[in-house]
């Protein structure tokens, strides 16, 4: 291939010399080279058909030579190139051999036919590949130009490219956000849907992160930059595909593995039917039947279609949020059956709030949450956040200590207020109904005053609403499902019951889930899913690492094969679909390619089909195995 920058070391074509921005630039079809040479080719074919017709000999011969020269122009220089610079012998070598064989024996016309026919399938590939990333390359689109930058009390509007790590950036209603950030002021609401595949808008507050392409809805924001406006999470996500549309899966190695010795075979087959058939009959027929094998053996069809295919559903599946990194993994993301699930942060929201609220006689619900806030606010633990969260307008009490593992302690209006764990306070009277909570899967402190217990407040990280639905999806595809989390047993089973996943392995370090990977990986190929650091070893053993949230934990995406680019676990069931619907494609190209050189050898051999109808016949099929590849950039809801 010589113009569209993707690499087929069987078709023998040039490495790619574009940049990124050079790809960038969209042309119409009759301002593109690589489209109109083969164009004219065909043209000049065609004028010497309808002159060769009319009687017009010479300038039917002079039609069919320009068609020649224009067609083989567009992969004979490349071809020979290859052979001479890197010794490697290419499809595009058979053809030129072909054409030059053909004009020696006086068949112009077939020659002529042959470049055209080679030349538009190569260009219909290229248009294809550029059609695969397109949607890829679009995702830039989604950062605006410039952007509006907070200096010195003035609105400044810069370049998107310049902004820096720290700047204050306005971003009006209907806008998009150029770059990262931290909301510093103004509540909105963010159409993400461009970004996450998520169609419900995000809504919005100081201290909120938010991300580069989405669109604010509603009122006006100050956000600070947390990256560049080169380098943030859009480039990064077009980085991760554009290294997986580079990288082969196993099939395309597959592919390349057939076609590399196939190519120097097809040349000595010819020889060998020129040679022999020369020397037991007319030398004229069979040096045309061996230039006919030559061109019947091409394995074109079978070195484009498999990268096609994988490039155009990473393209695809980047649309909706999935982020494959290399051909590799999205091949066995097809032979996945088992999935290992994260608890915290992927099954769940990782937002630990206030569930429920037990009381004593004469206490009220608000009572107990305003001492307990009271406390909780002097704390960083995670449960903390999520009881003064329930009561923000609670005072801040005195000589509060805490003890870790345990509680914290302080006083409030002159009343000592102790909260802490069940196993450091007794619940009193209460126990019975802190057991209940327990068993429903929340956390469970307790409140004393003045060393009387008063009350228990449940907080628990509660299920993504769509994760039931998941489960029962996943069950419907053959994908077994397995619960891995550090919680305890209790609170791991109460969420696996609400979720609908009856294998549960629970308490596990890091290096432990690690181990239960392996352990699942026995059976067959097993897929892990998380969002945190101490979900990176599990990611890493697993035959596919996929992190929640392409912007979320550095560790767990480095550590990942896949990246969600958003938290909805809707996503997971259709990426395993649209990675099996694209493995069938690939088995169905293959198979269809090998099918195509195994049925045109014999009739090539036994002359029942010339040059122009083998060739005919051979670009045909790699023109349905280009369409049929392309189906996997359609994907399916």
Not at 195 to 214: L, Q
Not at 438 to 450: C, S
Not at 549 to 561: W, Y
Request: proline fraction near 4%; glycine fraction near 10%; charged fraction near 20%.
């Amino acid at each position: 291939m010589l113009r569209g920058g993707r690499v087929s070391a069987a078709c023998g074509c040039d490495e790619p010399t574009t940049t990124p921005e050079t790809e960038e630039v969209e042309r119409p079809w009759w301002r593109d080279r690589g489209i109109m040479v083969p164009v004219f080719s065909g043209v000049a074919f065609g004028t010497g058909l309808v002159l060769e017709w009319a009687g017009a000999e010479i300038a039917a011969v002079v039609a069919f030579w320009i068609g020649l020269l224009l067609g083989a122009s567009t992969f004979t220089p490349g071809a020979i190139r290859n052979l001479v610079t890197k010794r490697k012998l290419g499809i595009g070598l058979l053809m030129t051999i072909s054409a030059v064989g053909a004009v020696i024996l006086g068949y112009v016309e077939e020659a002529a036919a042959l470049a055209f026919l080679y030349s538009i399938a190569e260009a219909l590939e290229d248009k294809a590949m550029d059609r695969a990333r397109g949607g890829l390359r679009a995702l830039l689109k989604l950062v605006p130009e410039t952007a509006t930058v907070r200096s010195n009390g003035a609105s400044v509007e810069i370049p998107a490219k310049d902004l820096t790590v720290g700047q204050l950036m306005l971003v009006r209603p209907g806008e998009r956000i150029a770059t990262d950030g931290i909301v510093r002021s103004g509540r909105s609401s963010l159409d993400t849907s461009a970004i996450t595949g998520e169609s419900i808008p995000v809504e919005v507050e100081p201290g909120d992160t938010v991300s580069a392409g989405a669109i604010n809805a509603a009122g006006a924001l100050e956000i600070e930059t947390t990256a560049a406006g080169t380098d943030n999470s859009l480039t990064t996500i077009v980085e991760l595909v554009e290294q997986a549309q580079a990288e082969k899966g196993d099939r395309a190695r597959l592919a390349d593995r057939i076609a590399r010795p196939l190519v120097p075979g097809v040349l000595v087959l010819a020889a060998l039917v020129a040679l022999i058939g020369s020397l037991l009959g007319d030398p004229e027929l069979w040096i045309t039947r061996a230039l006919v094998v030559l061109v019947a053996a091409s394995p074109c069809a079978l070195a484009i279609s498999v990268p096609l295919t994988v490039v155009a559903a990473i393209g695809s599946a980047s649309r909706f949020g999935v982020i494959i990194k290399s051909g590799a993994v999205f091949e066995r993301f097809g032979t996945i059956h088992h999935i290992a699930v994260d608890k915290t942060g992927t099954l769940t929201r990782n937002e630990p709030t206030v569930t429920a609220v037990l009381t004593a006689d004469g206490v009220t619900e608000a009572q107990a949450l305003h001492w307990a806030a009271a406390l909780e606010q002097h704390s960083t633990h995670p449960l903390a956040a999520a009881i003064t969260a329930a009561a923000p307008e609670a005072p801040a009490a005195e000589d509060v200590t805490e003890q870790a593992g345990h509680g914290i302690e302080g006083h409030l209006n002159g009343t000592k207020i102790t909260v802490g764990s069940p196993r450091w306070l007794d619940p009193g009277t209460l126990r019975d109904q802190v057991s209940d909570l327990e068993e429903q899967g929340m956390t469970v402190v307790v409140v004393y005053r003045d060393g009387v217990p008063v009350a228990a407040i449940g907080v628990r990280d509660e299920l993504r609403p769509e994760v039931p639905e998941v489960v029962r999806t996943l069950t419907a595809q053959g994908v077994g499902v397995t619960m891995l989390t550090g919680d305890n047993t209790r609170t791991a089973h109460a969420l696996a019951a609400q979720a609908g996943i009856e294998d549960v392995r629970a308490e596990l370090r890091p290096e432990d889930k690690s181990a239960a990977i392996s352990e699942l990986g026995r059976t067959g190929s097993v897929a892990m899913i998380g969002d945190g650091i101490n979900d990176a070893p599990a990611l890493a053993a697993a035959d596919i690492g996929i992190a929640m949230g392409a912007t979320g934990s550095d560790v767990a995406i480095e550590s990942a094969d896949v990246a969600f680019t958003g938290h909805d676990l809707r996503l997971l069931p259709r990426a395993f679909a649209h990675a099996r619907r694209g493995r069938r494609i690939i088995n169905q190209n293959i198979i269809l390619s090998l099918l195509i050189i195994t049925a045109l050898l014999p009739l090539a051999l036994f002359g029942i089909l010339g040059l122009a109808a083998v060739v005919l016949v051979h670009e045909i099929a790699e023109v349905l195995v280009i369409l049929n590849g392309l189906r996997t950039a359609r994907g399916k809801r």
